[in-house]
Structure formats: C-alpha cells, structure tokens
C-alpha cells in the first residue's frame, strides 16, 4: 500500500509511485483508496521514460547545491532504480 509522506510513509522506492501534476494535487495527501485511484501497470521504460532522459540532461552540469531535499531524494532514487536495472 502507497501511503503518503503526510501520514507516516517512507520515502523508500516501494511507497513511491509516479503521476501527473495534476494527479498528485488532486491526491493530496489522501490514501489512494480513499479517493479510489488506481495504480497502473509499470510501463515499458523503453517506449516512454517520461522527461527522464531531459531531466538527465539538464541536471548533467548542476552541482548538489542545486537541489532541495526532495530533489535529491527523488534523483537518487533515479540513480538507484538504474543501478538496480542495470541502465547505468
């Protein structure tokens, strides 16, 4: 189960999950039953990766000051989830 950062969840690789913007706003920081989400299927990376291969790019010259908290939470877990699928 997904449970938000608000209600006591980790910020480990298993209680994270990707969607919109929009999506995330409309969440809040409801439990995904509580408004009846429903999680999809991982994708195929190799048909679409989002704006990850954009986001490695821009970040390419950027030093660690660059990013808050979240940030760097959220890029080593890119960093991690690559290691772990041998794309790095």
Do not use: C
């Not at 409309?26 to 994708?43: M, Q, R, S, Y």
């Not at 760097?72 to 772990?84: D, G, Q, S, T």
């Amino acid at each position: 189960m997904i449970v938000p950062i608000a209600k006591g969840g980790s910020d480990s690789y298993e209680n994270l999950i990707t969607t919109s913007m929009e999506n995330n706003l409309l969440k809040f920081n409801f439990l995904l039953n509580e408004i009846e989400f429903v999680i999809k299927e991982k994708g195929n990376l190799k048909n679409w990766n989002g704006l990850i291969d954009w986001y490695k790019s821009y970040i390419q010259d950027k030093s660690i000051e660059f990013f808050d908290d979240s940030m760097k939470r959220w890029h080593n877990a890119l960093i991690r989830y690559e290691k772990e699928n041998g794309e790095m």
